[in-house]
């Protein structure tokens, strides 16, 4: 079973860095394509891909608009994917969830999330 747990987050200014980490259980190389990061900004409204990385690979996409300041990594031995943040606005504000995709399948994992607020 496939479990993953995010940490990180919290109230920062804009123009800060922050580093998340999502520590994974269960991952293997056959069950697993695709790990990423994905946010929500408001309560109900859907999650937005940021970034994800494939996971026997390691070939990254970052949402366009965000490129310039966001990238993903990952540590298969510690099992865990990072996602670093650069110059945040006002605007990163949300829930950061870290998810992850099968082999042939739709992302079918996912944290419980953690908070990161940009202040102004």
């Known amino acids: 079973q496939v479990q993953l747990v995010e940490s990180g987050g919290g109230l920062v200014r804009a123009g800060d860095s922050l580093n998340l980490t999502c520590a994974a259980s269960?991952?293997?190389?056959?069950?697993?394509?695709?790990m990423g990061w994905f946010r929500q900004a408001t309560p109900g409204e859907d999650r937005s891909v940021v970034a994800?990385?494939?996971?026997?690979?390691?070939?990254?996409y970052v949402r366009p608009s965000i490129a310039s300041r966001f990238t993903i990594s990952k540590d298969n031995a510690k099992m865990m994917v990072y996602l670093h943040m650069y110059n945040l606005r006002p605007e990163d504000t949300a829930v950061y969830y870290c998810?992850?995709?099968?082999?042939?399948?739709?992302?079918?994992?996912w944290g419980q999330g953690t908070q990161v607020t940009v202040s102004t």
């Open positions: 998810a992850r995709a099968p082999r042939g399948r739709a992302w079918d994992s």
């Open positions: 269960g991952l293997t190389f056959e069950n697993t394509r695709v």
């Open positions: 994800t990385i494939i996971w026997d690979g390691g070939a990254i």
